[in-house]
Each structure stands twice: as C-alpha cells, then as structure tokens.
C-alpha cells in the first residue's frame, strides 16, 4: 500500500513507530506536514498540492492531527476522502471526538456510563450546576484543556462555584462532574484499534495529585481490565466512529465512567508499558480495511 501519514512532527515517537511497521511490512509511507498542504475545494477532480507538487494517490491516510489545528486539519483530510483514500479515522468521527460536550452526548445517548456532567452557559447558573451535579467535591475543566491544565477539584460547594463564575466571566467554556473519588488517582487508557481493546494501562497520578496525566507527574502501570471495561472502550469507540482511539475511563464504584474518546492516541506510553506492537496493530487493520473508495464519508461532509 502507499500510506500517507498528515502529521506536523515526523520525528514524535508514535509517527516514528508507524512509519516502522509500514515499512516493515512492505508498504510506503510519506509523512505530510498538514499545515503545508493546499488544495483547490471547489474543483471537481479532487486534488491536494504540497509544495510545488500535486500529491499522489495514496491508497489510504493516516492522520495525526494535534487538537490545535483541528480546523484545517480536517479540511486536508476530507479532501483525501474525497479522493477515494481511506482514512484510518474519518473526518467525521475526528470532528465529533474534538468536541468534548458533542462526544459525551453522544456516549450518554447510547447509556454508557459517564460521570455526571453538567454544563451551563450563565455565570448565574453556576449555583445550579453545582447541585445538578450533586455537590462538592466536583472536577471543573476547561472544555478545550489538554495535558491535565484546566482541570481542577473544588472541594467545596462555595470554591466550586467561585471557579465556575471565575471561568464562565472570562468567557471560556467548562464542564463541570462528579469527583471519581474511588478511582484514586489514576484512570484506565484503552487503547482500541478495530474492534478490538489491543492493548491498556493504567495511570497513576504523582503522590497527593487526583489528575493521572503522565504530563503532572503520573505514572504508565500495566493493568488487567475487566470485560466490563473492554466492552465500555469498544462500544465508545463505536458510537463515535472512531477505528483507532483511546478510551479513558475511571473506575468508579458503579463500574467503568467514560471521560475521554481520543482520536490521535500517542503510543509512547501504552507500548512502552506493555511492550505491544500497537503500531503494528494500526497498519494490520489498514490492510484489512483499507479498500480503495470506501470511504464512508465520502461526499457527505
Ligand atoms: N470526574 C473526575 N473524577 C476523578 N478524576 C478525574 C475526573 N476527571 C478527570 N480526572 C482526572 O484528571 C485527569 C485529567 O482530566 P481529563 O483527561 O479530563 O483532562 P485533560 O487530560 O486535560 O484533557 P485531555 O484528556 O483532553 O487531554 C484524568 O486523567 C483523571 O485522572
Ligand atoms: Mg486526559
């Protein structure tokens, strides 16, 4: 196959593994800096220029596209659509995986277990929210935070609401949940590549730290997770459309809570932990998939 990778960084651990086991197994693959791709949308033969050069047909795409140029990252990838490549993720699923409210809504839809959420757009509402979703202690988070900055516990009703109308004033967005309490620290990343959970790890915050994110302090463990958690991980992966994401879920007294579909999972951390070949994985289920033209977005935006 020639696989196209759009990626910012050729040089990231995980763009560097994939681009391995491609090759490893025989296939081409040329890493393309999305941002440097332009195109002519309204053309009717559908074409991506890069440099000075038209590209390619690629069988199918893979794309690694950071959270900070979703816009015209998607743009890029439609157009591979639209030329028949088959992408790992589609278009689609990626959009509705960047919008945190969108995806959870989605997720709650089909009665995946969630944490409560709650999410107003009035600083005077904030009362409200925080007894809508049960009282201190709650998590507020910004909606477009990443790397665990954004989010924070208030242990009280009165904090809560002080950070909701403090957030909510400057204008940026936040949900606002329960406290996993009993999840101590860590969550559980899934990481699921077909319809398959091939390979998960559990995260420990640092000591005295409720957020697990490697990037505060926290720690990558190896986990057995239950058939509960593995059908949670695939059936999220499912409603949002997603053929390679990772699933982060807190263990919570009521079973598995879903926080998080991610749509560009780096691999460092689960590969490393478990010693899985999660690249190999990914480019197994483009052989399978990847047919020319059987994009399902194809056309319909
Ligand atoms: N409701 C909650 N209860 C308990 N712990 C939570 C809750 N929400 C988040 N956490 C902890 O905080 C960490 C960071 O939260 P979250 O993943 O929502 O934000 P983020 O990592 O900043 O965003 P993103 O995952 O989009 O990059 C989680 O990994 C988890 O350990
Ligand atoms: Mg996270």
Redesign the pocket.
Known sequence: MKIAMLARNANLYTHKRIKEAAEARGHELDIIDTLRCYMNIASRRPTIYYNDNKLPRYDAVIPRIGASITFYGLAVLRQFEMMGTFPLNESVAIGRSRD?LRSMQILARDGLGL?VTTFAHDPKQSEKVVSLSGGAPL?I?LLE???????VLADTDRSAKSVIEAFRGAGVNILV?????E?G???IRALVVGDKVVASMR?Q?AEGE????LHRG?SAHTVKITPEERATAIRAAKKIGLNVCGV?M?RSNHGPVV??V?SSPGIEGVEKATGIDVAGKIIELLEKRAVTGSTKTKGKG
């Open positions: 945190k944490p998590v988070k935070g990443t790397q665990g900055i954004g989010v949940q329960e406290f996993i309490k999840a620290g860590s969550d995260r915050g409720f957020r697990s994110n926290g982060d807190l926080m998080e991610n």
